[in-house]
């Protein structure tokens, strides 16, 4: 039987989360035909075990001899699918009734990623609705913490996270997958934004919500340094040119719950560059440019 979507979920360790995510997929996908493509990247909690424990038809298990990381292990699994969908899914995942029909929805010939809205598994707020940038070129989640986005439709982003996102086979190899010279961090982004300078655009399903216990892989973070500068060689001043228009709305809305955080600088310099006031980067954004490039701290 031919398969619609091939899901893709990279795995190393948190064996809880990997089964009730699993549990969660034969839930929510009801007559959608599907298959499960585990790639396990040298998981020591019994995560190996589990796999070859898996008989259904539909999951497909493969264990990487190295750690290769999110890049290397997407990519194998992209390789073995063989639906013309590909979902990438983070493990640590909870799926909400009717995530994927409004993703698929929004896949067209125009279309690179569709992403959807991720709500933070602690508090129910808004982690996740899409990437924008900020002034000193790094991503940023746009919805994060804001008091309301749209629940149905979709818009375009220039990026998507990987934790969960749809595109067609096919564009995934024409631009070649993820690269893999980032670890753990920033290559989703980076793909986004090489599949928008292919011509493709990336977008947000608004109706699709899940929840997402953030960063609950181990050493998750532990090459952000490198990643970032990176990122910002390659991408940076384009990204940083997109930052002074991306920036200021997002800065104030996600203080809205609390107002109290806002900084009294960072507001000004927002509001100034919101009605045309300030055009340029301002000193403490040039500051923090520079650090991100000579030592890569976020």
């Keep these: 039987m031919s398969v619609e979507v091939s899901i893709i979920t990279a795995l190393y360790n948190r064996l809880d989360l990997t089964k009730s995510f699993l549990e969660d997929l034969d839930r929510t996908l009801g007559k959608i035909a599907y298959e499960v493509i585990l790639v396990d990247d040298g998981s020591t909690d019994g995560t190996r075990e589990f796999l070859q424990s898996l008989h259904a038809p539909h999951f497909r298990c493969f264990l990487n001899e190295d750690n290769l990381g999110y890049a ?4 194998r699994g992209a390789s073995e699918a063989k639906a013309p969908i590909l979902c990438f899914l983070n493990n640590d995942l909870v799926l909400h009734d009717g995530w994927f029909e409004p993703m698929r929805d929004l896949l067209d010939e125009t279309t690179g990623a569709v992403g959807n809205v991720q709500l933070n598994a602690q508090t129910g707020r808004i982690d996740h609705a899409g990437i924008i940038f900020a002034p000193w ?11 309301c986005i749209p629940k149905k439709g979709g818009r375009d982003f220039k990026a998507v996270t990987g934790a969960c996102c749809v595109l067609f086979r096919s564009v995934f190899e024409t631009v070649g997958g993820f690269d893999d010279k980032y670890r753990n961090g920033f290559e989703d982004i980076d793909f986004c934004l090489r599949l928008r300078e292919s011509g493709l655009r990336n977008k947000v399903a608004f109706s699709s919500r899940v929840g997402h216990w953030i960063s609950a892989s181990p050493g998750r973070k532990d090459k952000d340094a490198a990643n970032i500068r990176r990122f910002l060689d390659h991408w940076g001043e384009q990204t940083s040119k997109w930052g002074m228009a991306d ?13 109290w955080k806002l900084n009294g ?13 300030s055009k340029a980067p301002s000193q403490w954004m040039l500051s923090r440019a520079k650090s991100l490039r000579e030592e890569g701290v976020p």
């Design 72 to 75: 290397g292990s997407n990519n």
């Design 137 to 147: 070129g790094i991503p940023e989640h746009w919805g994060q913490n804001y008091l």
């Design 247 to 259: 920036w200021p709305s997002h800065y104030l809305r996600r203080h809205t719950r609390n107002p």
């Design 265 to 277: 600088l960072k507001t000004l310099d927002a509001l100034r560059m919101l009605i045309g006031l």
